[in-house]
């Protein structure tokens, strides 16, 4: 029986993380020869999820360096899987989503004649520059692949709406899903995690928590600052609230947050969480802030609301659910939401209890089954 050798190209922890489970079954599976490619994108952030799952990288094209371009990223992983794809051809390779990684990972494949199957397609805000440059990259994907795995019929419809055919669309929830089931089967509660300044989770176990993440690039200069200026006056107003805040590695990020937040009691400012704590610390949260795609996909999963802060959003099928809300990069805004479901039992109930439009997490089992029949 022949075997088909795929490759998985990822180089953000996000990639990262959602690609796991479909590597992990990939391996398992007697049909495919699995070869895992990264980028290295975010290369520290990368070890950490390599590690919890325990998935061996086979090529590392180590293309970060501080403070580069996005022009200037996307040359060094053009020259570098150029140079792979002469030396090994896969028959097909799996992109996710909407990174540079992603992106030029397709067009290098198409440049190549390799076979190009798109996890999370199809997710749209129809704004070019938000997210910037994620909502071009994730079009770009769109016109070059061959099979798109769409997460749900509103993500199909869009491919449909731009003259995709039909026959290569398929639905299969999120992999990001399968990720979190994943997760919390290896993990019990952890009430040990330890934060980088000592304090303890436990110790917060009297508190609502809220966790925060951000790193979009349209919030960066003065939308981190509203958000910031909001963090601080939702901590200043309800001394029951205790705000956990990642904070990225962007320096662009952290030295606004530390300049506005390092000196707030009820405010932790941490690095980034590995993918398992982070998982703890979401189920462990009353709610959450972010402006991160993924989180709005497993917050419900764990019946924790989510506030984005962003204008728009590119998965509007949880905002339909009223699991998730957009509040923008909004002082205001996100005071009085944050406020609400601090004091509205009504409010926290409906939004919390809300079903999860993303699947079920079996995403991994159909895209399997599909490439299978796409290769025979």
């Known amino acids: 029986m022949k075997k088909f050798t795929v490759f998985v190209i990822l180089g953000t922890r996000p990639e990262a993380i959602k690609m796991a489970p479909l590597i992990i ?62 030396n090994n051809k896969p028959d097909l390779i799996y992109v996710h989503g909407d990174t540079t990684t992603s992106m030029v990972s397709s067009l290098v494949a198409f440049y190549h004649q390799i076979k190009i199957a798109h996890i999370e397609a199809g997710l ?36 449909i709406k731009e003259n995709t055919e039909k026959s290569k669309i398929f639905v299969t929830g999120n992999t990001v899903i399968d990720a979190l089931f994943l997760t919390k089967n290896k993990l019990k509660s952890n009430n040990e995690l330890t934060f980088d300044n000592g304090l303890k989770l436990k110790s917060l176990k009297d508190k609502k928590i809220i966790l925060v993440t951000g790193h979009r690039r349209e919030n960066i200069g003065e939308g981190f600052i509203s958000i910031c200026k909001a963090l601080k006056t939702i901590a200043n107003r309800h001394e029951q609230v205790h705000i956990v805040f990642p904070v990225h590695l962007n320096p662009n990020v952290k030295d606004v947050v530390f300049k ?28 959450i802030l972010t402006d991160s795609g993924g989180v709005q ?80």
Do not use: W
């Open 25 to 86: 079954q990939l391996n398992k599976n007697e049909n495919f020869i699995c070869k895992v490619v990264s980028t290295g994108q975010h290369k520290e952030m990368l070890k950490q999820v390599f590690t919890f799952f325990k998935i061996k990288v086979d090529f590392e094209l180590n293309v970060m360096t501080k403070n580069q371009t996005l022009s200037s990223l996307s040359q060094k992983i053009i020259l570098g899987l150029d140079k792979l794809f002469l």
């Open 260 to 287: 506005y937040l390092s000196q707030v009691n009820n405010i932790t400012l941490t690095s980034p969480f590995s993918y398992p704590e982070f998982v703890n610390i979401m189920s462990a949260s009353y709610l």
């Open 124 to 159: 749209r805000t129809n704004n070019l520059l938000s997210p910037f440059p994620e909502e071009a990259n994730r079009k770009i994907n769109g016109v070059l692949a061959n099979l798109h795995f769409a997460p749900t019929e509103n993500a199909k419809k869009s491919l």
């Open 297 to 376: 996909e497993e917050a419900p999963s764990l019946g924790v609301p989510v506030l984005v802060m962003r204008d728009t959003t590119e998965r509007p099928e949880a905002v339909e659910a009223g699991t998730v809300k957009l509040v923008g990069a909004n002082c205001d805004r996100i005071v009085d939401e944050v406020s609400l479901l601090l004091t509205n039992k009504k409010y926290y109930f409906d939004m919390s209890k809300s079903s999860n439009p993303y699947g079920d997490g079996e995403a991994c089992k159909k895209i399997i089954s599909q490439t299978i029949d796409f290769l025979t």
